[in-house]
């Protein structure tokens, strides 16, 4: 293991443990409680800003997954970033035949540890103003951080702002953003 690793696994050890001591404190999402004792399956679908994500979670097979051990950090967008995708974009994802496509891009939403913003911003400080951290689906994302604002960029050019951060969870932790990522040879 590198400084670097070690330093991450560090900083993501530290904020498991405080994670526990705020959960009380989750903010609303969508107009619903979310509960750190629940899983982020659990807690979405309660979300009514997040309808489209909770379809598309199901049509992709990916309910077990994100319903499992963890932890992860899922970048959550919003309804209105799949409504601004082109017309007939998301109807066309959610065909049984784009449901290897479809997981594709969910997968590009979730990173394989739990990341609450206090250890994103020390990650981008780290590195000089941007980090880049490889997701589920093989995505890189790029995390920028400015004036207490987290930012997500994908690798063709996308940016998404974490509009709420630090949504604890009890297999890790979501990061609501208003748009959607996808994979570089994607849509």
């Known amino acids: 293991m590198n400084f670097r690793t070690l330093t ?29 004792d629940k899983n982020i399956v659990e807690n979405a679908v309660n979300s ?10 199901k049509a992709a097979g990916l309910v077990e997954t994100l319903s ?17 995708l082109p017309e007939g974009t998301v109807e066309t994802l959610l065909k049984p035949e784009n449901k290897e ?38 995505c890189k994302l790029t995390l920028k951080a400015a004036d207490g604002k987290v930012t997500v960029t994908d690798e063709n050019g996308t940016t998404a702002n974490v509009t709420i951060p630090d949504v604890i969870q009890s297999n890790g932790v979501i990061h609501v953003i208003d ?5 570089k040879s994607a849509m």
Do not use: Y
């Open 8 to 36: 991450l696994a560090a900083m993501l050890s530290v904020s498991a443990l405080s994670g526990a001591a705020f959960a009380q404190d989750n903010p609303m999402v969508g107009g619903a409680a979310m509960f750190a």
């Open 48 to 57: 009514a800003d997040h309808t489209t994500l909770v379809a598309a979670v």
């Open 68 to 84: 499992g051990e963890g932890p992860f950090t899922v970048l959550a967008p919003v309804n209105a970033a799949f409504d601004a």
């Open 101 to 138: 496509m479809l997981s594709t891009i969910l997968a590009c939403h979730v990173i394989p540890a739990k990341a609450l913003s206090t250890d994103i911003v020390g990650m981008v400080e780290a590195d000089g103003g941007e980090h880049v951290v490889d997701t589920v689906g093989g």
């Open 179 to 183: 748009a959607v990522l996808t994979p």
